[in-house]
């Protein structure tokens, strides 16, 4: 006798299967390629920084407040401006943004495809952005520049669409490994906010080529981490009450600029002129800016590493927040190239500087990291991301906890206070709605046995077509299809008015029996112990609302399963996390008194 599982030996607990090594071998590939495009991007970034506020054709690295411009200098970012909308209209409107939505939107929507024009404009269009002043980081830019080359390499090869994603993310976190040196942050970004799944066929190419380009860098001596930090701070009730209120503020300051951003989108939006022509405006509110407070400008990585050390005062501090967050989010909205994560880090960082005069005593540049880290979470909803990030960046795993103490209360504001994401609300005003939870398909944890129906009615096989006319017609008939038994109880096939009138229209004699008329015909079946996952497919490939459930031992009808079975698992599971209950009598006599209540 077989046993009751032998149908679901194929059952694993991941479906992925040994194509996933070639897939990873690729994703090397695409990891050398992505970290030689996040070199050129920072190499692009500096030259343009040095035509244009210093007239020199160079890579040595010149501050931008030593310019020798003077008031002339707010003109740089206009030009810049001008010249990204120009590569926008005329080259590939792809290019506008900060690239992880755009990327998003890649995957989701556009089978991961993504052309050359995008893999070429966007990191020059960047460079040209960042490079005229644009308060922007690399690290957008270069995941959507990585994510293109990952997505060309793969439409070169016989890959499935789901592959194809696979190499584009793989090339995105290339890429921000080369820029950041982090490649743990790298993956948890995949996994958070550009995979759209947790599987290991994803997971293992995509750490593939985040630990290649780490190694690679490594190689060429790239700095790592880029922003050392020693400092810590002793878990105690005071400090965690620190951490908790950091987390809050960013969270709040998260929210402000994400409305900011996209109240400026709005605006821009209401301009009687052509989109190419808002870069110029966003760019001339940088350049005022830049007059105020020069190191609002650029990627200004100094800037944090002056937090981080302690040396930035609370009123500078306060002043390149302002300046830092308007600039950027008008430029931002007006749809130039540049990236979030470093103007992120850096407002974040100045509210942690300004706040750090209230609150616990702590190393020089503990709560500007913590309030860095717990920004950029809260603003992109990935406090995974944000605190391994951190802690990447500055070499320190002694303050994992206070960060993802701050990160996930940060990320619990956000979600409680936004329906969207910096990331997220670009793709969902084009009318695409995106869900960030990842949950167990309640289909792959049940059984047909839990939802099929065990009192089966049933037609035998002797009975006429005469019959099972009269049959499915009477008033009195409840279902619209009956499975077909024999004397031993197997299913020969399923009845219905459809079948009933093929038969008819075929000429069968109305005195053939339902065994005859089904003899040699195909049956599809279900069995008791296999998943509502696989059921689905069968019912979809026979095209039927409902399939017979025979056991495995002797083939004999034990049940009936259909489509509203399935919804009812739905169903249930919408009501596990609705309906609330509690164990002792008090809470359930409380549940009680309030149904009265509500009844009356």
């Not at 991961?112 to 308060?135: F, M």
């Not at 809050?248 to 002129?273: R, W």
């Not at 007059?291 to 200004?300: D, Q």
């Not at 079946?525 to 017979?548: M, T």
Request: proline share 5%; glycine share 10%.
């Amino acid at each position: 006798m077989k046993s009751a599982h032998a149908g679901n030996g194929h059952l694993r607990d991941f479906t992925t299967d040994p194509r996933v090594l070639l897939i990873a071998a690729i994703a090397v590939v695409v990891a050398t390629a992505g970290l030689f495009a996040g070199i050129v991007l920072l190499k692009l970034i500096r030259l343009a920084t040095n035509i244009a506020y210093f007239g020199q054709f160079s890579l040595t690295e010149l501050r931008l407040e030593d310019t020798p411009l003077g008031l002339a200098a707010v003109i740089v970012p206009v030009i810049g401006a001008l010249i990204i909308g120009l590569m926008a209209r005329f080259g590939s409107e792809k290019i506008r943004g900060h690239g992880i939505p755009e990327a998003i939107e890649a995957i989701l929507l556009g089978r991961s495809r993504l052309d050359a024009k995008v893999a070429v404009l966007k990191p020059l269009s960047s460079a040209i952005s960042i490079g005229s002043g644009g308060p922007f980081g690399a690290e957008g830019p270069i995941i959507m520049t990585g994510g293109a080359i990952g997505s060309l390499i793969a439409q070169m090869l016989p890959v499935s669409d789901n592959e194809r994603k696979t190499l584009l993310v793989a090339g995105a976190a290339a890429g921000m490994t080369t820029v950041f040196g982090t490649p743990i942050a790298a993956i948890m970004l995949a996994v958070e906010l550009l995979l759209f799944e947790w599987t290991p066929r994803s997971f293992i190419p995509v750490a593939v080529a985040a630990i290649v380009a780490e190694v690679e860098r490594t190689l060429l001596h790239l700095p790592g981490p880029i922003f050392p930090f020693s400092g810590s701070m002793d878990a105690s009730v005071t400090g965690l009450g620190g951490w908790v209120l950091i987390g809050i503020a960013s969270g709040l300051l998260s929210g402000l600029l994400t409305q900011l951003v996209y109240a400026c989108e709005d605006a821009f939006l209401k301009l009687p002129i052509h989109w190419m022509w808002w870069p110029m405006i966003g760019g001339l509110v940088v350049g005022i800016g830049g007059l105020i407070e020069p190191h609002a400008l650029g990627v200004g990585y100094d800037n944090i590493a002056n937090m981080l050390d302690g040396r930035t005062v609370a009123t500078a501090a306060l002043l390149l927040l302002v300046v830092k967050a308007v600039i950027w989010s008008v430029a931002l909205g007006s749809g130039t190239s540049g990236g979030v994560l470093a103007p992120l880090l850096i407002m974040g960082g100045a509210m942690g500087a300004v706040l750090s005069g209230i609150l616990p005593e702590a190393s020089p540049g503990f709560w500007p990291l913590l309030a860095m880290a717990a920004t950029m979470g809260g603003t992109m909803r990935a406090p995974l991301t944000a605190t391994f990030f951190a802690t990447e960046l500055t070499g320190n795993t002694h303050v994992l906890v206070p960060l993802i103490a701050a990160c996930a209360t940060a990320h619990a504001v956000t979600v409680l206070l936004m329906k969207r994401s910096i990331l997220t609300e670009k793709v969902a005003r084009r009318g695409h709605h995106l869900v960030r939870e990842y949950r167990v398909d309640p289909f792959a944890l049940t059984r047909v046995n839990e939802v099929m129906t065990t009192k089966v009615e049933s037609v035998p096989a002797t009975m006429t077509l005469h019959g099972a006319a009269a049959f499915l017609t009477a008033p009195d008939t409840r279902h619209p299809s009956f499975p077909v038994i024999n004397e031993a109880g197997h299913v020969l096939g399923v009845i219905d008015p459809p079948a009933i009138l093929r038969w008819r229209r075929a000429g069968m004699h109305r005195k053939a029996t339902l065994g005859e008329l089904l003899a040699g015909s195909k049956v599809t079946l279900a069995h008791p112990d296999e998943y509502l996952e696989g059921l689905s497919d069968k019912l979809l490939l026979a095209n039927v609302s409902h399939l017979p459930v025979v056991s495995r031992e002797d083939a004999r009808l034990v049940g009936y399963v259909g489509w509203k079975d399935l919804m009812r698992v739905r169903s249930k599971k919408l009501a596990e996390e609705r309906d609330r209950s509690a164990l002792l009598s008090f809470g359930a006599r409380r549940k009680a008194e309030q149904s009265v209540s509500d009844s009356a």
